[in-house]
């Protein structure tokens, strides 16, 4: 408290310039006179009383110091000087300062940039309170082979009253809903959460409520919370709007809270988080199927563990109730399925996918970052041959080498401050442009915010960096040879071997840590060029996909669309208006899950293959895509063997489905598939326990195509018909001559003139979905490449400025042996040779680290082997190119040398 | 800086305080001549390190000062003690006789006492 007054007092007599002892100086004399006056009376001589009295005050000098120490903090008096001082030397040599200046903008700029991606996702992935506590849960079936099988309702009761959660909520993977009785149909991105959801996120409404955590409704509870975009944009931020009713799918449900601004539902991808409207369902009744144990709902579940409780001790408990389970119910979980649940952190779940690609881009900006240090630690070491007589005239002087190098430093703190300060000024003013340089499939991309947080961090970099690359420097060049330094007469003073040396290796490293990562760029270069250039297997060539949304009212038989039958008049309907659309030539229909490459949930059902397995529970499941018989011919692939469907495969004749190669050699290896027959489960609306099973048998067989994801070439697949399937999500797609701008509104005119309550929306070009598919290793990749480009540049100069310095500090050597007779061309290649011998000591040692780095980024490659000869050796010898490039510029000065010139100024 | 003062820090600082408590406001070559008479040749030289004590002092908020006029009308700073000072002079006060006491009962102890 003492101390802190003190402290406080004296940062103010700092801060108000209060630095004169005037008032020490008026004591002092007081007290001298006073002393005088009276050893006078105590009978001395005016002049002796006078010096006695000053010999009893004591060393004045002294005296005077302490007390100045006392008025003011010497540390910061130092630090203002050294500053001001060192503002003086920037400006001195405005070209150094600029380079050194922009070379740290640079570096702390990319790496404050990438920083404010990872803190806005990989640093806060949970926008929620105490977010360590929110798991996701994951059935399994490792005994067949399936992960994340869903969850069944009888499981979730018990996981509910298990004690190891405080709640479990199970909640729709995101899907859309109708909102009629606007101007414009629209269609919205919902979820179906259990009435506990948002207890489980610990977040509650902005107004009115969210649903009540104990309502046990078994289908809808016709309750609806709505985010607070969509109260905005079509409710018009409307204050009474708790209690409205809402037409969803033709179903009336009731506004009973509005979520705050900054709610965000969890999800990976974007369409998850903009999720608008959530219901709130017990997901037992209708139109859900019976909550048997058997019946797993593909759905996700997460959960808020109990207060302490770790995931590892959770999990323990977990395996405890899930083998008393199956215990139990011997017939539910066949011991050959191996039925586990599995805990994992939500968080993981949220950035699971970028994680990989963003440590790979703060790996290669820190890099950059490590680079630009070097570059400027090098810088300084230049300059300091130039400021040797400085130095050595304050060390002459009486100047400590503590105090040298701290006033050294702190020159160099400014420098990098200012580095600092510029790249975060950049990165502030260019954000817009930049965050359109994110792919917009990135997670949390909204809170992705350049704030006070990421400037002090940017700040914290200067400053570590400063003091970490500043340390050296300044400690080598507060140690001139002063005799042999103040001896020289000319300008500038020879530089110490440490100095030398301490340069070299700081080449040395640059070179080595540029070529790491012009490797890494290159490599993710071949395996985005191999991807892109990888045949998909389908043709996206001139195909627009639009989508609409069929409703479906929780009650069944209020559904227009409910039969293969009703649904297909409507589709037949829709593909015939849409082939007299200007342009189109060709026209066909699926649903969302067969858009290639367009679609962020693949739908996957149990296959159960006659006579093969006898339950769902056993079954491997299979990406399954509902289609109408002109997809095929329309994505361009190719039937193999059997037939494709046909119009005439409709509700009454038998089920029909055509697989791909890679199915066909996965579940009938060495078998002809024609002619078996499957049955795949959990489709909507049938009764598992159906008297009469739905068998669907193989007629074809096709090429397979890369529609799941473009780096997996076959990923097994069963497509089935529209018309014996009906599916609310429907996608059209048009081939031809379209004009994108207008085909949207076309298309929304035909489909309307059916039903106008159908909306119409999302249009985009399978080249635009394949594109887009890519975006994150194509971010990633620009991103590596431009660190790498810098890179190179900063080693090039690095290793510019490092020769430059040998010559002329070998001027005289140089002129002497020109003197002696030798040939420019010897000059040239001793120069060369010294560049050559750090390229090559630069790359050998880069080409180590690459070799480490690009394994441990193996899992980001394409087609590309982590070891590619040809992908090394080219790196090499572009470096190598560059490198001696730029040694080449010095050694033809030094070619050039004056013999009688440079032997007389030295 | 090291206090280059042959009066060990505190007990110089201490001797202020209590003075001040005695006397009330005081310029400085006043607290200097009382400590020199009292404690003998304590402060006979290098009087002039109370300067730096008692600027210290008064950015502890221990004591305050003005400028005013002294008996025979000079001008003078005179210090004196404010209430945080009192405290803090009550509590040094307390420490220093308990310290005392322990030191005095340790040098009084005779061998067959500690046996």
Same mark, same amino acid.
């Given at each position: 408290m003492k101390a802190l007054r003190r402290f406080f007092a004296r940062l103010s007599n700092l801060a108000s310039g209060n630095r004169t002892d005037r008032r020490l100086l008026e004591e002092m004399e007081e007290h001298l006179a006073r002393q005088t006056a009276d050893n006078v009376r105590?009978?001395?001589?005016?002049?002796? #009383?006078?010096?006695?009295?000053?010999?009893?005050?004591?060393?004045?000098?002294?005296?005077?110091?302490?007390?100045? !120490?006392?008025?003011?903090? =010497?540390?910061?008096? $130092?630090?203002?000087q050294d500053l001001r001082y060192a503002v003086r030397m920037l400006l001195r040599s405005p070209g150094f300062s600029l380079i050194a200046i922009a070379t740290m903008a640079l570096g702390i700029g990319a790496t404050t940039a990438i920083y404010s991606v990872i803190d806005a996702t990989l640093l806060h992935p949970l926008p929620y309170p105490r977010p360590a506590e929110l798991v996701r849960i994951e059935d399994d079936l490792p005994g067949v082979d399936a992960q994340d099988v869903g969850i069944s309702v009888p499981e979730w009761r018990d996981l509910q009253s298990s004690g190891i959660f405080q709640s479990v909520s199970i909640s729709g993977h995101g899907a859309n809903v109708n909102l009629t009785g606007s101007a414009q149909p629209e269609r919205l991105s919902y979820k179906h959460v259990t009435a506990n959801y948002f207890a489980v996120f610990g977040v509650d409404a902005q107004f009115g409520r969210t649903f009540d955590p104990h309502d046990?409704?078994?289908?809808?509870?016709?309750?609806?919370?709505?985010?607070?975009? &969509?109260?905005?944009?079509?409710?018009?931020?409307?204050?009474?709007?708790?209690?409205?009713?809402?037409?969803?799918?033709?179903?009336?449900?009731?506004?009973?809270?509005?979520?705050?601004?900054?709610?965000?539902?969890?999800?990976?991808?974007?369409?998850?988080?903009?999720?608008?409207?959530?219901?709130?369902?017990?997901?037992?009744?209708?139109?859900?199927?019976?909550?048997?144990?058997? $019946?797993? &709902?593909?759905?996700?579940v997460v959960a808020r563990l109990k207060p302490g409780l770790s995931i590892a001790t959770a999990q323990r408990h977990l395996d405890v109730l899930v083998h008393s389970l199956k215990?139990?119910?011997?017939?539910?979980?066949?011991?050959?399925?191996?039925?586990?649940?599995?805990?994992?952190?939500?968080?993981?779940?949220?950035?699971?996918?970028?994680?990989?690609?963003?440590?790979?881009?703060?790996?290669?900006?820190?890099?950059?970052?490590?680079?630009?240090?070097?570059?400027?630690?090098?810088?300084?070491?230049?300059?300091?041959?130039?400021?040797?007589?400085?130095?050595?005239?304050?060390?002459?002087?009486?100047?400590?080498?503590?105090?040298?190098?701290?006033?050294?430093?702190?020159?160099?703190?400014?420098?990098?401050?200012?580095?600092?300060?510029?790249?975060?000024?950049?990165?502030?003013? $260019?954000?817009?442009?930049?965050?359109?340089?994110?792919?917009?499939?990135?997670?949390?991309?909204?809170?992705?915010?350049?704030?006070?947080?990421?400037?002090?961090?940017?700040?914290?970099?200067?400053?570590? #960096?400063?003091?970490?690359?500043?340390?050296?420097? @300044?400690?080598?060049?507060?140690?001139?040879?002063?005799?042999?330094?103040?001896?020289?007469?000319?300008?500038?003073?020879?530089?110490?071997?440490?100095?030398?040396?301490?340069?070299?290796?700081?080449?040395?490293?640059?070179?080595?840590?540029? &070529?790491?990562?012009?490797?890494?760029?290159?490599?993710?270069?071949?395996?985005?060029?191999? &991807?892109?250039?990888?045949?998909?297997?389908?043709?996206?060539?001139?195909?627009?996909?639009?989508?609409?949304?069929?409703?479906? =009212?929780?009650?069944p038989s209020a559904d227009i669309y409910r039969t293969a039958t009703q649904e297909s008049v409507l589709l037949r309907e829709i593909l015939r208006r849409s082939r007299s659309l200007p342009g189109v030539e060709e026209a066909a229909i699926g649903d969302v899950p067969s858009l290639p490459l367009g679609h962020s949930q693949p739908s996957l059902q149990p296959l159960i293959r006659e006579g093969v397995e006898t339950m769902d529970n056993q079954a491997p499941v299979i990406d399954s895509p509902i289609v109408s018989p002109e997809y095929f011919h329309m994505l361009g692939m190719p039937l193999l063997r059997g037939r494709l469907f046909s119009d005439h495969d409709v509700e009454d004749t038998p089920e029909v489905a055509v697989i791909n190669q890679a199915a066909a050699r996965m579940y009938w290896p060495n078998q002809d598939?024609?002619?078996?027959?499957?049955?795949?489960?959990?489709?909507?609306?049938?009764?598992?326990?159906?008297?009469?099973? !739905?068998?669907? $048998?193989?007629?074809?067989?096709?090429?397979?195509?890369?529609?799941?994801?473009?780096a997996d070439a076959a990923i097994p697949q069963i497509y089935r018909s529209l018309y014996q399937h009906p599916d609310k999500s429907v996608a059209v797609f048009l081939r031809g001559q379209l004009d994108p701008s207008a085909i949207l509104g076309q298309e929304r005119n035909q489909i309307q003139s059916i039903d106008p309550q159908l909306p119409v929306f999302h249009a985009e070009t399978l080249d635009e979905m394949l594109s887009s598919s890519l975006s994150v290793r194509r971010f990633s990749m620009e991103m590596v490449a431009f660190f790498a480009a810098t890179a190179l540049l900063l080693a090039g100069l690095g290793i510019y400025?490092?020769?430059?310095?040998v010559v002329n500090e070998q001027r005289r050597e140089i002129a002497i042996r020109l003197a002696?007779?030798?040939?420019?061309?010897?000059?040239?290649?001793?120069?060369?040779?010294?560049?050559?011998?750090?390229?090559?000591?630069?790359?050998?040692?880069?080409? @180590?680290?690459?070799?480490?780095?690009?394994?441990?980024?193996?899992?980001?490659?394409?087609g590309v082997s982590p070891n590619d000869l040809s992908t090394f050796a080219g790196v090499t010898l572009v470096l190598s190119f560059v490198a001696l490039a730029a040694c080449y510029i010095p050694a033809r000065r030094a070619m050039r040398v004056d013999p009688i010139v440079a032997l007389r100024e030295a | 800086m090291p206090e280059k003062s042959d009066v060990p820090q505190g007990t110089l600082a201490l001797m202020v305080l209590k003075t001040l408590d005695l006397l009330g406001p005081?310029?400085?070559?006043?607290?200097?001549?009382?400590?020199?008479?009292?404690?003998?040749?304590?402060?006979?030289?290098?009087?002039?390190?109370?300067?730096?004590?008692?600027?210290?002092?008064?950015?502890?908020?221990?004591?305050?000062?003005?400028?005013?006029?002294?008996e025979n009308n000079r001008r003078a700073r005179f210090y004196r003690l404010t209430k945080a000072g009192r405290k803090q002079l009550q509590a040094e006060t307390g420490d220093w006789e308990r310290t005392a006491a322990i030191i005095a009962r340790f040098f009084a102890a005779k061998a067959e006492d500690l046996s």
């Open positions: 105590d009978g001395m001589s005016a002049v002796e #009383a006078r010096r006695q009295a000053v010999l009893k005050f004591g060393a004045a000098a002294t005296i005077r110091e302490n007390y100045h !120490a006392e008025l003011n903090l =010497p540390f910061f008096e $130092t630090l203002s046990t409704t078994p289908g809808f509870n016709l309750e609806a919370v709505i985010s607070n975009g &969509l109260w905005r944009r079509e409710f018009g931020a409307d204050p009474d709007i708790i209690g409205k009713a809402l037409l969803l799918d033709n179903d009336l449900y009731h506004v009973v809270g509005v979520m705050p601004n900054g709610f965000r539902d969890l999800g990976s991808t974007n369409e998850e988080g903009n999720t608008e409207i959530w219901l709130a369902a017990g997901m037992a009744g209708l139109p859900f199927p019976p909550p048997l144990r058997g $019946t797993r &709902l593909q759905d996700r215990k139990q119910y011997p017939a539910e979980y066949p011991v050959q399925a191996a039925w586990t649940v599995r805990l994992s952190p939500l968080s993981e779940t949220v950035v699971g996918s970028v994680r990989q690609s963003l440590i790979l881009l703060l790996s290669a900006v820190g890099l950059v970052l490590l680079i630009s240090c070097v570059n400027v630690a090098n810088l300084l070491l230049a300059r300091a041959s130039g400021r040797g007589r400085e130095i050595a005239v304050r060390q002459a002087l009486g100047a400590q080498r503590t105090r040298l190098v701290r006033q050294l430093l702190t020159e160099i703190l400014l420098l990098f401050l200012l580095g600092g300060i510029a790249g975060f000024t950049i990165l502030f003013c $260019t954000q817009r442009f930049l965050l359109r340089l994110v792919p917009e499939s990135l997670p949390h991309l909204s809170d992705i915010a350049i704030g006070w947080g990421v400037l002090v961090f940017a700040v914290a970099v200067s400053v570590a #960096a400063g003091t970490i690359f500043g340390l050296a420097p @300044a400690w080598l060049m507060s140690g001139v040879d002063l005799i042999g330094t103040l001896r020289q007469e000319g300008r500038g003073s020879k530089g110490s071997p440490g100095r030398s040396r301490t340069r070299q290796i700081l080449v040395v490293s640059e070179l080595a840590l540029s &070529l790491v990562l012009m490797v890494a760029a290159s490599l993710l270069l071949r395996s985005f060029w191999d &991807l892109y250039k990888a045949d998909p297997g389908f043709n996206p060539d001139r195909v627009v996909a639009i989508q609409t949304w069929l409703p479906g =009212p929780n009650d598939p024609l002619g078996k027959r499957v049955r795949l489960h959990l489709d909507d609306r049938e009764l598992l326990n159906s008297a009469t099973p !739905a068998w669907t $048998t193989i007629v074809g067989v096709i090429a397979d195509a890369r529609t799941e994801s473009l400025g490092t020769i430059s310095y002696l007779g030798a040939e420019k061309g010897d000059i040239l290649r001793m120069v060369l040779r010294r560049g050559l011998g750090l390229t090559a000591a630069g790359a050998g040692l880069g080409v @180590a680290s690459a070799l480490i780095v690009s394994h441990l980024m193996a899992g980001l490659l394409y | 005081l310029h400085g070559y006043g607290i200097a001549r009382r400590i020199e008479q009292i404690s003998g040749d304590l402060l006979a030289v290098n009087q002039g390190t109370l300067y730096p004590l008692l600027l210290k002092l008064e950015h502890e908020g221990a004591i305050a000062s003005d400028w005013g006029a002294s």
